[in-house]
């Protein structure tokens, strides 16, 4: 057996044994930080999920009950404005990217400061729409703060439109074209049908991405602790609303911001696998 | 037969009229959609534009009022008299000093992680484990922020922070490091939140660029007798570094700007300690708690901080994106 073992073998073979039980139990503790926080939210948050929370409004502090109707219609709204202004953009600009201008200069350009908007931190989008937006309008407002998350989605959308255009066969273009049928023709009903699997995922991940953002929102949309579906005041929402009842001592305020927590979280986990499951199935067709 | 040409021939005049008009429609509606995602294409570039505009509007006030000793003074106090005397070193200290601690722990463990899914772990477990650590970075940072008061914060500084205190009271330059009093809010809390939130960004870069490897190389280097580790260290890492450095420059650029989970547990202070055990503060984290309430020129040095943080992560992702673009050009190649 020791003539199959050069020298310093064994001392190796140790070496490789404890790196390899650290990179198990690195592995461990990524997932056991997933684990956490999830246990967490849920131990703090079940109890204060209740129909009350999707039926009622914030209550004023020092109350009892209440929910957080307005929060969760706020940010119902502001994300469905968001990814109506961004939604569009994004899928025009990563098909101008992918169909029209792929050997350009300028798409090299674009993907590359687009990439670099994609992880730009958030607060500076608030900061930019509060300049560009709320003061111009002074004063916060709804539409601000879905301005915000549109700009957010923008990015995001690029990515995956032109990623997913770019895996379309250039063959069916062709096939298309030689039929006669105009460019943006071969566009809209060829290249898009051929990848909407694609291009819905990058619209749930665009929602996933937006839903929870806090940080652009806290100066935009500001907050509101009333029923108010007016774009140009301060609209509530959600996270904003988590954020100022979490920093509160009011017991009932701290039980709801758990609560609006955990209904985030397990929102946004939800698209997250639903986009990740969507391509994964479009991938092993 | 001239009676049947004649209306023919018109008719077929007719219909060549009314091709034209047709294809004239397809044309300017072909032209129009072009236009459009052009447009659309080039905003994207008008973004970043009116991000850059709108911060140098804002921050000029105080550009004007404090110039480069805005760099260097660690005084924020916005309420001085006569004139506020604000420095924007605390919190671009915080925010460098935070990222750099959060990349230290994030980059061995999320190597360790990406080692673990390509070369250890059975198939069968890849894609949900790979799909767990990814879904870390699904979580909104509002979030991590809560778990990191209520839970991490108290737990670190009951148990963690006491034994390093105690650890390197005697050694020198370390006992200012690790010095106490625990503290539930400190750079050290908001390092470790960073680390667990860019985590997932590491791990699947790093096992994206670590599956670019030809095999024939792993293989040849296992096939003369290497361990794993030596293959990964001398095969893959080797093949790999440009793609690992990129990713690790991503991360770090998510690290410098991230928000909500910082203002949470770093404490909210401006001045400078040595000890990471010490509240500190971040230019994020400043802005978050600060810019809602905050008028005139104190408005101004938090959009000037915000100047500098995106200026700052810019140049970091644009690193993080040349590497990538030069290690995809390669796997490519």
């Known amino acids: 057996m020791n003539a199959f073992s050069p020298p310093g073998y064994a001392a190796r073979k140790r070496v490789n044994e404890i790196i390899m039980g650290l990179c198990v139990a690195a592995t461990a503790l990524g997932l056991v930080w997933l684990f956490l926080i999830l246990v967490t939210l849920l131990w703090n948050g079940i109890s204060g999920v209740s129909l009350a929370v999707f039926t009622e409004m914030t209550p004023p502090p020092n109350a009892h009950g209440g929910g957080l109707l307005n929060a969760i219609v706020g940010s119902l709204i502001m994300t469905a404005i968001g990814i109506a202004i961004g939604g569009p953009i994004g899928l025009f600009a990563g098909t101008y990217m992918a169909e029209y201008g792929r050997h350009e200069k300028l798409t090299t350009v674009i993907r590359f400061i687009n990439d670099i908007l994609l992880s730009a931190p958030s607060i500076i989008i608030g900061l930019f729409i509060y ?13 601000a703060g879905a301005l915000a998350l549109a700009v957010i989605v923008i990015p995001v959308v690029v990515r995956t439109t032109e990623n997913m255009l770019l895996l379309v066969p250039q063959q069916l273009r062709e096939a298309a074209a ?92 939800a698209l997250n696998i639903a986009a990740r499951s969507l391509s994964s199935r479009n991938a092993s067709k | ?83 506020p005397i604000l420095g924007g070193l605390g919190p671009i200290y915080g925010t ?40 870390l970075a699904g979580i909104p940072s ?79 280097a296992y096939g003369v ?14 093949y790999t570094r440009v793609g690992v450095i990129g990713g690790v420059m991503l991360a770090l650029g998510r690290a410098l700007g991230e928000t909500m989970a910082v203002t949470f547990v770093i404490g909210n202070s401006f001045k400078i300690s040595p000890s990471i055990f010490a509240p500190s503060t971040t230019i994020s984290a400043a802005i978050a708690s600060e810019f809602a309430e905050a008028s005139d020129v104190h408005q101004s040095a938090l959009i000037l901080l915000g100047l500098l943080l995106f200026v700052l992560t810019f140049f970091v992702l644009a690193i993080a994106r040349l590497l990538l673009m030069r290690a995809e050009r390669r796997s490519g190649a």
């Open chain 1, 131 to 143: 300049g560009a937006v709320v003061v111009p309008m002074h004063g916060f407002s709804g539409i």
């Open chain 1, 178 to 269: 030689g039929l006669g049928v105009p460019r943006s023709k071969v566009i809209r009903d060829v290249a898009y049908r051929a990848a909407k699997t694609g291009l819905i995922t990058g619209g749930l991940l665009a929602v996933a991405r937006i839903s929870g953002e806090t940080a652009p929102l806290l100066f935009t949309a500001l907050s509101n602790q009333f029923w108010s579906i007016d774009l140009t005041k301060e609209m509530a929402n959600l996270p904003v609303t988590i954020n100022n009842f979490i920093n509160n001592p009011d017991p009932n305020w701290k039980r709801l911001a758990w609560a609006g927590a955990l209904i985030i979280t397990f929102a946004v986990l």
């Open chain 2, 1 to 83: 037969m001239t009676d049947m040409t004649l209306p023919a021939q018109a008719d077929s005049r007719a219909s060549a009229a009314n091709k034209q008009s047709v294809l004239e429609g397809l044309r300017t509606r072909d032209r129009a959609f072009f236009w459009l995602t052009r447009l659309s294409a080039l905003l994207v570039l008008a973004i970043l534009g009116g991000i850059i505009v709108s911060l140098v509007i804002g921050a000029w006030p105080a550009i004007k009022a404090f110039g480069f000793n805005f760099l260097t003074v660690q005084r924020w106090a916005p309420n001085a008299q006569p004139e």
């Open chain 2, 96 to 135: 460098l000093v935070s990222s750099l601690i959060a990349m230290a722990i994030a980059v061995p463990v999320g190597l360790g992680i990406a080692i673990f899914l390509t070369e250890l772990c059975p198939q069968k477990l890849r894609q949900p484990i790979a799909t767990a650590v990814e879904l």
């Open chain 2, 142 to 220: 509002i979030i991590y922020g809560m778990w990191g008061f209520f839970v991490l914060g108290p737990f670190l500084a009951e148990h963690f922070q006491p034994f390093m205190i105690k650890t390197f009271e005697n050694v020198p330059v370390l006992q200012d490091v690790f010095k106490g009093p625990a503290s539930n809010l400190s750079l050290f809390n908001a390092s470790l939140v960073l680390a667990i939130m860019v985590l997932p960004f590491i791990t699947s870069v790093a096992r994206d660029v670590f599956l670019t490897v030809p095999p024939v190389l792993k293989e040849a």
């Open chain 2, 225 to 238: 007798g290497c361990t794993t580790w030596e293959v990964m260290r001398n095969v893959v890492l080797p």
